[in-house]
């Protein structure tokens, strides 16, 4: 698992140079963000269920297909199923927002998630509608809690909907 700090500093080991200006750079703008990186992860620790339940509530209502009979979320084992994955896309998300770095999501969240979620009909077009609706609320909250910038939020969860997208070859 890597933050920015220890891919930045293994990729320059490899090559044995010294850090250098896009190095310091990158750093810079690592630690610039750090203390609000640190807010929205203990912002989004706080507000975990309510973040997950209305984002699946919207879910639900723009694709009602997905709770009726034959639907993927249909069933009550089914519907907790879709929240709890919403929970750890969440959850992983906060962490890497904290790492400054997607590596933690590849290693333990979408390593062969594609081919579960192909095998079980999971629909790919509305997980990606319910991570981003999740982005959106964790991105208005940090708004209202005065963080001006909250770009640096897109990563995690873009990335993740990224590579559930990514068509199989
Ligand atoms: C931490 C890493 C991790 C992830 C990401 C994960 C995902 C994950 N989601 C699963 C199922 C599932 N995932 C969903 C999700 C949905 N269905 C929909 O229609 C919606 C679009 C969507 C919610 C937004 C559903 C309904 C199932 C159960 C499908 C079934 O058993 O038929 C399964 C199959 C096993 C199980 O049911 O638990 C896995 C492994 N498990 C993990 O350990």
Redesign the pocket.
Known sequence: MRDTVTSLISSYDTTGRYLDRDAMDSLQSYFTTGVNRVKVAAMISANAAEISREA?KQ?FEA?PE??RPG????TT??????????D??L??SSYALVAGNNDVLME??????RE??NS????????V???QLMKAKVKEMAADAGISDTSFIDQPFDFIAGEVSEVSV
């Open positions: 699946g879910l694709v997905l709770i639907g993927n979320a249909y084992r089914r519907y907790a199923a879709c929240l709890r994955d919403m750890y896309y959850r992983y333990r969240v979408l390593q062969g998630l579960t979620y079980l009909g999971v629909p790919i077009g509305p997980t509608q319910g991570i």
